[in-house]
């Protein structure tokens, strides 16, 4: 570690990194992975403001600790090979007020909405597979890539008076007490309309110029890599995000449902970007977003949707972002992990993105040597 204070500074440096770098451990198996400036201020809400002087070194030594968990390491890297670091201990990147009053604002309407009829009976049925969702969720994607919400015959049956298609096509998970369970995507269903949550869960409505989902387009293709496809999915499935192959230039890939209107693709295109720019699918190697897989999976579905909803709304739109929220925030630990520093800058700089068309990003030499 390097020693930047002199024989006289009022504290013991080396003690001073390694009570930082627990702090910022803590931090980070809590599940949180907060940007450089929500960091730099939990560490100096616990150990002073001189803490900051430290703050680099325990990052440093966080990263080469084999002890401690991959995402966790990954971060420290990310944090320190981005400006961040360096900008917000210059005083600089503060959260807006304007984006905290706007996250404020998505979170009590999503707060009322979960009061109503037709969540409560949403969260009924989803809570019936909360023992192996995850799992089975893998499964479930395996066999059919598009889906992402399903049911059991009687379940859908029992909870939405849907009946099977006449050719309606099982999908396999596993269920306690018995080898295997028959599940059914919502297409492989007929019957009554569902709650208004579940089919509109990615809607958005209004008037905008339709150029900014061109250029939003155009420049995550271009600027970032970031190639963005519309097709046929799953009725219940919006878009998704998803790495790259290997032997593709590109480096994420996002797909869009093509029957989607086009204020609701702006607005999910928005969402699977924030994912990316947010860091939940990974780190970049070129430093273009940070490493922030540690967080939970509820955590990063509402920061994603309050970065849509802030987009969203600065375009003139209005969606269903509240209803989206609501559903993930059951735990009360959710809001404390979401960085909203990091939504403000992700909600600007995808806003840029629909705004204007921007030169490519530059590449380090030592990422152009080692091919995309």
Request: glycine share 6%; aromatic share 8%; proline share 4%.
């Amino acid at each position: 570690m390097s020693q930047t204070l002199t024989e006289s500074a009022p504290f013991d440096y080396a003690a001073m990194t390694k009570a930082a770098a627990g702090v910022i451990v803590n931090r980070l198996e809590a599940m949180a992975q907060p940007s450089a400036w929500e960091l730099l201020h939990t560490v100096e809400l616990n150990l002073g403001v001189k803490a900051r002087w430290v703050l680099s070194d325990a990052l440093r030594w966080i990263a080469v600790d084999a002890s401690q968990k991959g995402a966790v390491r990954d971060y420290a890297r990310s944090l320190l090979e981005s400006s961040d670091l360096a900008d917000v201990l210059r005083g600089q990147q503060r959260p807006s007020k304007e984006i905290d009053s706007s996250i404020d604002q998505l979170l009590r309407a999503s707060s009322a909405y979960r009061t109503s009829a037709a969540f409560q009976e949403m969260v009924g049925f989803m809570a019936n597979f909360r023992d192996y969702a995850p799992f089975n969720n893998m499964l479930v994607r395996i066999q059919n890539p598009t889906c992402s919400f399903y049911a059991s015959e009687r379940d859908w049956e029992n909870r939405f008076g849907r009946q099977l298609k006449e050719d309606a096509r099982p999908l396999l998970i596993l269920a306690p007490m018995h080898p295997v369970m028959l599940v059914y995507d919502l297409d492989q269903t007929e019957g009554p309309e569902l709650p208004a949550e579940l089919e509109s869960f990615a809607s958005f409505k209004g008037e905008f110029d339709l150029e900014k989902l061109s250029r939003l387009v155009s420049n995550a293709a271009a600027r970032d890599h970031v190639r963005i496809d519309f097709k046929t999915l799953s009725s219940t499935n919006a878009g998704f995000a998803t790495i790259a192959g290997r032997r593709d230039s590109l480096k994420m890939r996002i797909a869009i449902h093509d029957k989607l209107d086009a204020p609701s693709r702006f607005g999910v295109v928005c969402h699977e970007l924030a994912h990316i720019y947010l860091g939940h699918l990974g780190g970049d190697r070129d430093g273009w977003w940070p490493a922030r897989g540690g967080l939970s999976q509820k955590a990063m579905e509402v920061e994603a949707e309050a970065t849509a909803y802030i987009v969203a709304r600065r375009v003139g739109l209005s969606g269903s972002s509240p209803q989206y929220v609501s559903r993930h925030l059951s735990d009360a630990k959710v809001l404390q992990n979401v960085s909203v520093d990091l939504v403000a800058k992700v909600a600007g700089r995808i806003e840029e993105m629909a705004s204007r068309t921007m030169h490519p990003r530059q590449r380090p030499a030592a990422a152009e040597r080692r091919g995309p």
